[in-house]
């Protein structure tokens, strides 16, 4: 095993952080490039159709400027997560809303073409001519990316292919395909064409901001290609722009040239130009900062020792004020003057303001003024009100200009969602240096970086930075919110030994070889997290040959390898031997480190030993130079002795602060393998790996606290956890459905997006916002993104009521979970162990899957009430296992430390806890969770700052479970039905009474006429089981009846809180539509509950003791009803319940479709028009014995002819939850 310090060697605070801030602009960059194409939330611009200068263009192209300086600058390391982000950039600009309005456009307009007669003919193609303001940015945003990470996917034929396909007009779909290169090609070509003055944005208008874009580009281009053309289109462009006037007297830029006049347009505001110095400054600093002062004047004033930004109209008249009528320009009074008169500057042809903060601030930050970037940053952060989303952080759109201390107070999204947070990400002279040094091909080749780590994972990146010097990995990492499971490689790492250290604690120790990478994997939670990857040993030869040894630079001296490297008080690694030394003076007896032991040595082998030659200077002076031989035999002897016991010691030091150190490991306890050495993913199942020391199991931390009721005990069946890393073998295939090539990234959005908005409420435990996220939901548990990727499958053609709405490749997505699901029950990792497994088990359980069948053309459900209540117990065993129930209440008795982190996991054991005490009511089965210490915080948890629209109605579902917790759900008293009826009113008027917007929540209005009702019949008839004969007539029956019809008639009509009679209900039911649609998405069981209620109806009519309009008889007759059946009460409740799941469902792959052939049969048995009573002796006595009891399926399948029982069979119903109440039928009293 290699030897490591076990303190770091590296200081991580010798390393810059990025502060929360800083953090928070990535992570809002990140929240809105990875929204679903076509949702562009908070991007919003102030003109709708993208002419102005908040359009989305720029706030993608900026948004890509600031991850480019913040990765080149700040985070050289993350390349992975930088790429990404930068990517997901890309990919929205190319969409058809950021450049569709160039056909617009293209007609142009009299106000930059006061000439213009008659419209020009429109063109769709976005870049072939003019249209800088897009091609430009475009242009600088793929070089930008080829530079920083060395990937020419868009400088590939195609890479940039811009696709026209309106729905309804033109001629039909239109690509236009580019490449980086051709795309520059045509810029240039256009520049030359216009004399070098640049390329035209809108038609007739050349604009110097967005020319500078493209100049920069081509630097990085050229730099790539071996080429220097930007230097000849420079001299070029630079003259052009002195000669045309477009540097204006007063130091700002010209406003635009207007190509066919041949003329400069006055500058009518001051954003333009700081915008073209943020980048112009790279080829022409000197320019830019000798004209900065004339410049800012009047746009950045100074008052209290401030620098203040001020509106356009106010800066005009303020440079005004000074520039022709010699007003003082440090007077407050030149200011308050400036204010009153800038009404006279408006400019009523172009009614919008400015993008004055972001565009100022991205100036000041690239120019080095670094007070006036914080004064304003400042400003910002106390007027412009700062808010945080999701871990990001943004500048929200705030439409008034001033506040009442006529601070311009003005945002829009560029400034607020790009603009500023560009500006805190940069650095002094950041696009300066990376055009004089941007990285290339054989720098990117030559240093470490991390792969697989990107802001989809949920964590923030404060540091991440190789460091050549100190040969060493320096990486910190915060969640955003609670705890995220990550996983990652450190690539192009050296050969030779690492030491990994977490948070200043060695690790592990990794031996690479050449081209192997470096795993970690890691919980981290809302507190900084310090990775420290550093070489034990270092080597003259390759990145690190100028790099000093560990112990030369501990002790502060010149690192000499061939001198040093050889004597034993300075390299530890001859003194310290993991494996038996090749020499044969040291003879380790490893059976026993603890007592360690020299085998003899011969003294005339001790100047071998060290493999040079040079007599170690340990030994003593006398040794060094004998002066009789004897002396030397003698001398000899004693050193031998006493380096004996000297590495005899030393090695047991270094063993027990070894076991030290592993007891002081802050890992899971459970986990049998360091979390740095996991198996390697697939495509890389061959590479070998060295298995860490194992660790005995103990206690689980549960975001970084312990299991309040100490050690989680995993003996038994989930001891297969403990031993998850022992043998797991390395070919495991991943289960990831869009690597394997069954659904596309595309249809993974749409099938969740299918499932939070349609599903999603039926089952509502997941986090709707994080959840939501298919990336990152992707990276953190293939088995729940399986899970919801199958349930959003099985409606993916819903909307088109196609004959079977199943995805094309359901069967394929289901064979991928199920083995999933198997792996993670019989061979479960460490990445297991979190939250979205017991999820993910949770949806399987709710939705089970559909089996082809053996024709191929018909699909088959799995469910059953016990197939679902065994599934939920692996939820259950699963939730056990990670303590949930246990802790997951803690943190809610200190509302003040709650973290979303918390709320999940309460949110989840909310609902797991009412599906274990639902299924136990219908399957008639034992609940296991107790509901208690989650009841005694729930109030806290509804009170918290992470509550969803569906926690009220969710909180209400619990407390009815808990209601029913009481009895166990098994009730023996007419008291206890009577008892939980109360229980169930009170929650239900206390839901309906709850303050806030429930109308968000699709099934509240339903609530009360679904799990309630469902909830009390299902208790009702759990005591009518187990009850005596004589208390199955009474109120409780009556209840029951009552709750049951309820259910049905919500089917049909307008909520009502009055039991249904024939008087008060309409002739003719029909399906409600808003309930058609809740039950085409519903959980497995609502359906159940349907035929469930109708079951129940029908057998007390067949058993006697209802008529057909539900009114119950309190002593039976022998005379036959003379009821209409097919007008009755009970025919409508159930005729309008199968045409429901009808409704609801497609002919083929959708679980209704099993219940409606059992509903259609039960309208049959009442058109019949006998009851059981009639059927059986005339309405004679007919008391059940014991034995008739015991064979209830056979006596029913006998009397009833078949019909029912056999449907009931049919349908994959239980055969346990047929109530023994019916038993009466055979009475016939």
């Not at 560009?422 to 040094?437: F, H, I, S």
Request: net charge negative; hydrophobic share 40%; proline share 6%.
């Amino acid at each position: 095993m290699p030897s490591a310090p076990l303190s770091c060697p590296v200081q991580v605070s010798d390393y810059p952080k990025l502060d929360a801030k800083q953090a928070g602009h990535l992570r809002h960059f990140h929240n809105l490039v990875s929204q679903p194409d076509g949702e562009w939330h908070h991007f919003g611009s102030l003109e709708g159709q993208q002419e102005w200068d908040d359009a989305y263009r720029y706030q993608l192209a900026t948004m890509a400027y600031a991850a480019g300086v913040a990765h080149y600058h700040r985070l050289p390391a993350m390349r992975f997560g930088f790429k990404t982000l930068m990517r997901r950039m890309i990919h929205k600009m190319l969409r058809r809303e950021v450049w569709g309005y160039w056909f617009n456009t293209s007609l142009g307009g009299s106000l930059l073409d006061p000439d213009l007669k008659e419209l020009r003919k429109p063109w769709i193609d976005p870049v072939i001519n003019e249209n800088i303001m897009y091609s430009g940015h475009l242009l600088l945003m793929t070089s930008l990316y080829a530079m920083l990470f060395d990937d020419d996917e868009f400088e590939k034929k195609g890479g940039l292919t811009f696709t026209w396909n309106p729905l309804f007009w033109g001629l039909g779909k239109e690509e236009f395909q580019y490449d980086n290169r051709s795309l520059q090609e045509v810029i240039f070509k256009q520049m030359r064409e216009n004399d070098w003055v640049g390329v035209c944005c809108e038609p007739n208008a050349v604009f110097v901001v967005c020319n500078q874009f493209p100049i920069v580009a081509m630097r990085y281009n050229d730099v790539r290609d071996g080429t220097n053309n930007v230097e000849d289109v420079l001299k070029k462009y630079e003259a052009s722009l002195i000669k045309k006037g477009m540097f204006a007297e007063d130091g700002l830029y010209a406003s635009f040239f207007a190509l066919k006049q041949r003329k400069a347009m006055p500058a009518r505001q001051g954003a333009h130009t700081a915008w073209a110095n943020a980048f112009m400054n790279t080829w022409n600093s000197e320019k830019v900062h000798s004209l900065y002062d004339k410049q800012v004047l009047g746009f950045l004033t100074t008052a209290d020792g401030k620098t203040q930004l001020n509106p356009t109209g106010v800066a005009m008249a303020f440079r005004q004020l000074v520039l022709e009528g010699g007003e003082d320009p440090h007077s407050v009074e030149t200011l308050r003057k400036a204010r009153e008169d800038s009404s006279k500057f408006s400019f009523q042809a172009l009614p919008f303001q400015t993008v004055s903060w972001g565009l100022f601030t991205m100036m000041l930050s690239e120019l080095g003024k670094t007070q006036e970037l914080n004064d304003l940053l400042d400003f910002a952060d106390t007027h412009l009100n700062p808010t945080w989303e999701k871990g990001g952080l943004y500048y929200p759109r705030n439409d008034q200009l001033l506040d009442d201390e006529q601070n311009m107070i003005h945002v829009e999204p560029h400034s607020g969602n790009s603009g500023l947070g560009y500006a805190r990400l940069n650095v002094p002279d950041g696009q300066k240096k990376m055009w004089e040094k941007p990285w290339t091909r054989s720098v990117l080749a030559s240093r470490p970086w991390v792969d697989g780590l990107s802001l989809a994972d949920g964590v923030d990146f404060l540091r991440g930075t190789w460091d050549d010097e100190a040969g060493a990995m320096i990486i910190t990492l915060k969640a955003w919110t609670g705890s995220q499971n990550v996983s990652f490689s450190i690539r192009n790492l050296p050969k030779g030994e690492w030491a990994v250290f977490v948070n200043q604690k060695l690790k592990d120790t990794v031996t690479l070889e050449d081209g192997e990478e470096l795993r970690v994997a890691e919980q981290v939670g809302e507190d900084e997290m310090d990775i420290i990857v550093t070489s034990t040993k270092q080597r003259c030869g390759g990145i690190t040959y100028a790099v000093k040894c560990r112990t030369c630079t501990t002790r502060k001296v010149k690192c000499s390898f061939e001198d040093e490297v050889k004597d034993p008080r300075y390299n530890p690694y001859l003194r310290l031997r993991s494996s038996p030394s090749p020499s044969p003076v040291v003879s380790v007896d490893h059976r026993n480190t603890d007592n360690a032991h020299l085998a003899p040595i011969s003294s005339a082998l001790i100047p071998g030993a060290f493999d040079g030659g040079n007599v170690p200077t340990l030994l003593s002076p006398a040794l060094a130079a004998p002066a009789t031989a004897s002396a030397v035999n003698e001398g000899l002897a004693k050193e031998v002795d006493s380096l004996r016991s000297r590495i005899a010691d030393l090695e047991k030091r270094l063993s027990t602060a070894r076991e030290s150190h592993a007891e002081n490991m802050d890992t899971p306890r459970s986990r049998a393998l360091t979390s740095f050495m996991l198996p390697p993913d697939v495509g890389s199942a061959h590479q070998s790996y060295r298995p860490a020391p194992e660790i005995s199991p103990g206690s689980i931390s549960i975001n970084g606290f312990p299991s309040p009721q100490g050690a989680v005990i995993t003996d038994g069946p989930l001891k297969t956890v403990n031993n998850f890393q022992k043998d797991i073998p390395l070919d495991f295939q991943s289960q990831d459905p869009i690597a394997r090539s069954i659904v596309t990234q595309g249809e993974a959005h749409v099938m969740f997006r299918l499932f939070f908005s349609s599903c999603h409420s039926n089952a509502p435990f997941l986090d709707v916002e994080m959840d939501s996220d298919v990336d990152r939901v992707r990276s953190t548990s293939i088995l729940l993104f399986l899970a919801i990727l199958s349930v959003g499958a099985r409606f993916w053609s819903a909307s088109s009521k196609s004959p079977c709405w199943l995805h094309p490749r359901y069967p394929e997505l289901i064979r991928l979970l199920d083995a999933e699901v198997m792996r993670v029950t019989l061979r479960p990792g460490p990445d297991d162990q979190k939250l979205e497994t017991v999820q993910a088990l949770m949806l399987c359980a709710h939705w089970m899957p559909f089996d082809l069948a053996a024709d191929r053309k018909r699909y088959r459900s799995r469910f059953s009430e016990g197939g679902a209540w065994q599934c939920l117990g692996l939820a259950i065993r699963w939730a056990t296992f990670l303590a949930l129930e246990r802790s997951c209440h803690v943190p809610f008795q200190r509302p003040e430390t709650v973290t979303r982190t918390d709320v999940r996991r309460f949110r989840t054991m909310l609902y797991l806890i009412e599906s274990d005490h639902y299924l136990a009511l219908s399957a008639r089965r034992s609940s296991h969770l107790n509901p208690e210490t989650l009841h005694a915080v729930l109030s806290t948890f509804l009170q918290g700052k992470y509550v969803q629209d569906t926690d009220i109605r969710l909180a209400s579902l619990f407390r009815t479970a808990y209601g029913a917790h009481f009895t166990g759900c098994r009730p023996t008293t007419i008291e206890s039905v009577e008892a939980f009826d109360k229980d169930v009113q009170l929650i239900e008027q206390h839901f309906t009474a709850s303050p806030g917007d429930r109308s968000r929540d699709s099934l509240s209005q339903h609530f009360p006429f679904t799990s309630l009702r469902w909830y009390r019949l299902s208790y009702a008839c759990a005591f009518l089981d187990v009850t005596d004969l004589t208390q199955r007539t009474g109120k409780a029956l009556t209840w029951a009846l009552e709750w049951a019809s309820q259910i049905l008639l919500h089917l049909s009509t307008p909520p009502s809180l009055s039991p249904p009679n024939s008087t008060n209900i309409p002739a003719q039911l029909e399906p409600d539509p808003s309930v058609v649609n809740i039950m085409s998405f519903a959980i497995d069981h609502y359906l159940v509950v349907i035929a469930y209620a109708a079951f129940f109806l029908v057998s007390s009519w067949l058993s006697n003791s209802m008529d057909l309009n539900l009114r119950p008889h309190v002593q039976q007759s022998d005379t036959p009803l003379s009821e209409d059946a097919s007008s009755s009460l009970l025919f409508r409740l159930v005729d309008v319940a199968a045409r429901t799941l009808e409704a609801a469902s497609p002919p083929e792959g959708h679980l209704a479709r099993r219940y409606s052939p059992l509903l259609r049969g039960m309208t049959d048995i009442i058109l019949s028009g006998n009851t059981q009573a009639q059927r059986t002796n005339g309405g004679q006595n007919d008391v059940m014995t014991d034995t008739t009891a015991n064979n209830l399926p056979d006596q029913l399948q006998s009397t009833l002819e078949g019909d029912l029982w056999e449907m009931w069979q049919q349908t994959g119903l239980d055969a346990n939850i047929w109530p023994s109440m019916f038993d009466d039928m055979y009475d016939g009293r």
